[in-house]
């Protein structure tokens, strides 16, 4: 019997509306670990435009910011390793 490891490399487009962006990545998340992936990997900036100049508008203090908690919920949730990439 083989050992399967499952990735499940996620593509979303971004808004810029950072709650909604969250929400659509917790969502592709849970998708991806239904699918059995145990390692899922989010874009780069998946929580705002890619922009160099708003990145200030989105920053959020860690580890207490939106964008690190429902990644370690999605994460302790599924029981996956998971990828959030460079976010604001």
Known sequence: MKNIFRT???QMPV???KEENI???YAMIKKASAKESRLVIL???FNCPYSAELF???AESYPHGPTIKMLSEAAREEEI???GGVYS
């Open 56 to 58: 200030p508008d989105y």
């Open 43 to 45: 874009p780069e900036m």
């Open 15 to 17: 808004s810029q509306d």
């Open 81 to 83: 390793y998971l990828v």
């Open 8 to 10: 499940g490399i996620c």
């Open 23 to 25: 929400t659509i990545a």
